[in-house]
């Protein structure tokens, strides 16, 4: 992939990073009068799936109201706190909620506190590019920023529909479990409880355009979950709380910590070892159905049935790559 290099001005090969610090690490920075932002992963696929990126904000910055008419968004807080409107509708997101946002919904924010980092995981869209787009116009017709109806218009090229001049932070306050979306810090669809380890599924396959699901995993220390087979996909993690060992085929192990993020390439074997007790890990590209093969095996579980064949035979059937989890076995 691509990284900017601030001191040549030139892009640089480098290799496909595994685990990412958020602070100190961006393939490319922009900045405008609504704060600056990092990118960490760029879009993916014919799909452009996992793009990733931050935006670092200051009380009262704002993103105007506006909807896309492709691709999702899930936006996530790790530090302050965002006035959020969607669909006609206000809320507070704090640390650790979740808010996923498909086409056609309004949506619009303004930041409440100094220093508020918002995380933002894109499918189906290649949002970055369209940072550039801004950035070619700043060089070439810098008047244009000024004209409302050609901002309009070129937005309209990316998929994007503003509502200029609409008082969005006007509308009414609910209380966040009645925004369509919204995915509290403790909140999820439901949880599956293996030796050692907490499953959560925070948006099934219906609610993510039937492309992925998105978990969260909450692991005791030492509890390994190890991808043994090649898996087609590249992985999306990132800890919440705690650490972990992450060890990949033909890289140096390293150790992602909270808020770091762990990007692994396709078709590459990888393990992943639990260094506390509590460790909270999110998983943004479960393309398998995780959610169905858990409750396959909760169901065997409650009946009796689960032993060693039928957790084999889910794993095939269910195309899961992981090879090694606290519960399960080894193929």
């Known amino acids: 992939m691509l990284k900017f290099n601030q001191e040549t001005g030139n892009y640089e090969m480098v290799r496909e990073a595994v685990v990412i610090d958020p602070t100190a690490f961006s393939l490319e920075e922009s900045a405008d009068e609504n704060g600056v932002g990092h990118l960490f992963i760029t879009a993916k696929g014919a799909e452009k ?3 990733m990126s931050d935006y670092c904000v200051n009380e009262g910055d704002e993103v105007p109201y506006h909807y896309h008419e492709y691709g999702s968004e899930i936006f996530f807080v790790t530090r302050g706190s965002v ?10 997101v ?15 924010f303004e930041y ?32 244009k920023i000024e004209d409302d109806l050609f901002m309009r218009d070129y937005l309209k090229t990316e998929g994007r529909v503003d509502y200029l001049g609409y008082p969005y932070l006007e509308a009414e306050t609910v209380s966040p479990e009645e925004m ?24 099934p396959r219906w609610k993510m355009d039937n492309r992925k699901e998105v978990w969260e995993f909450i692991m005791d ?18 800890v919440r709380s705690g650490s972990v060992k992450v060890e990949i085929e033909g890289y140096e192990t390293q150790i992602a910590k909270t808020e770091d993020i762990i990007h ?10 639990v260094l506390e007790s509590g460790t909270v890990l999110q998983d943004f590209n479960v393309q398998y159905d995780l959610f169905l093969m858990m409750e396959e095996l909760d169901i065997a579980r409650r009946e009796g049935r689960l032993d ?11 195309q899961c790559p992981v090879t090694e989890a606290s519960g399960l076995i080894c193929r």
């Open 221 to 238: 220390q030492g509890q390994i979950i190890a991808w043994d087979e090649p898996y087609f996909s590249h992985e999306l993690m990132v």
């Open 264 to 273: 692994i390439p396709d078709y590459a074997r990888h393990r992943i070892t």
């Open 112 to 143: 409440r506190e100094n220093g508020t980092v918002w995380h933002e995981i894109i499918q189906g869209m290649d949002l970055w590019e369209g940072l550039t787009g801004l950035d070619r116009i700043y060089e070439n017709c810098p008047e």
């Open 308 to 318: 060693d064949d039928l957790v084999l035979d889910c794993l095939n059937r269910y």
């Open 83 to 92: 006035d959020a409107v969607m669909g006609g509708k206000q809320i507070v």
């Open 49 to 51: 799936n996992l793009e």
């Open 94 to 108: 704090n640390p650790g909620d979740m808010i996923l946002i498909r086409p056609f919904m309004p949506h619009g």
């Open 180 to 203: 369509p979306g919204f995915c509290g810090k403790d909140m999820y669809y439901k949880s599956y409880q293996l030796p050692g380890i907490e499953c959560r599924i925070k948006y």
